[in-house]
T-cell receptor, first 111, second 112 residues
Framework: ETGVTQTPRHLVMGMTNKKSLKCEQHLGHNAMYWYKQSAKKPLELMFVYSLEERVENNSVPSRFSPECPNSSHLFLHLHTLQPEDSALYLC??????????FGPGTRLTVL | GESVGLHLPTLSVQEGDNSIINCAYSNSASDYFIWYKQESGKGPQFIIDIRSNMDKRQGQRVTVLLNKTVKHLSLQIAATQPGDSAVYFCAALPSGTYKYIFGTGTRLKVLA
């Protein structure tokens, strides 16, 4: 266990559904991240929240919407996704510019 | 743009031999580097890190070497074991940012 939990672990959704991914860290970190991991591709940074303020957004489509209500919780709201959005979505946290700890990921399948 | 590349997508080694996995980065402003191990169905797991003011760092059975001149990073695993089978990738962090840049990963296969 890394101290970063993600729910659900698996999610199957249709293109018209709305769902949310949840991440929680118990490490006292002050930065949280969402990554997308697709086969044979490097991890793609989607969002970074530092001290509850979004500091990076790598041109992610608006059908992905992050929310960070406090320094321990991070959500990724999903709506009208496309089949190419199927991937492993990883959450991570860190204390400033230091080692990131990853959660186990949510395996998302969009039908 | 910025990139981090791994030299081999797959590496097969005999159990008990040493493994070397290489990584190249492009951004000279990167000053913090991490090696991760990812097993099937799991998130990436921290192995070892190194900052740019060091050339070498050792952990338990693992060593990371950093050559800033040629922007090259390597992970050495001593006496490779079956439990080391996984995908390994490196990450580079440019100074003053949270924007880690990851490599694509090398799959290490340990042969009995």
């Amino acid at each position: 266990e890394t101290g970063v939990t993600q729910t659900p672990r698996h999610l199957v959704m249709g293109m018209t559904n709305k769902k949310s991914l949840k991440c929680e860290q118990h490490l006292g970190h002050n930065a949280m991240y969402w990554y997308k991991q697709s086969a044979k591709k490097p991890l793609e940074l989607m969002f970074v929240y530092s001290l509850e303020e979004r500091v990076e957004n790598n041109s992610v489509p608006s059908r992905f919407s992050p929310e960070c209500p406090n320094s321990s919780h991070l959500f990724l709201h999903l709506h009208t996704l496309q089949p190419e959005d199927s991937a492993l979505y990883l959450c991570a946290s860190s204390y400033r510019y230091n080692e990131q700890f990853f959660g186990p990921g949510t395996r998302l399948t969009v039908l | 743009g910025e990139s981090v590349g791994l030299h081999l997508p797959t590496l097969s080694v005999q159990e008990g031999d040493n493994s070397i996995i290489n990584c190249a980065y492009s951004n000279s402003a990167s000053d913090y580097f991490i090696w991760y191990k990812q097993e099937s169905g799991k998130g990436p797991q921290f192995i070892i890190d190194i900052r740019s003011n060091m050339d070498k760092r050792q952990g338990q059975r693992v060593t990371v070497l950093l050559n800033k001149t040629v922007k090259h990073l390597s992970l050495q695993i001593a006496a490779t074991q079956p439990g080391d089978s996984a995908v390994y990738f490196c990450a580079a962090l440019p100074s003053g940012t949270y924007k880690y840049i990851f490599g694509t990963g090398t799959r290490l296969k340990v042969l009995a």
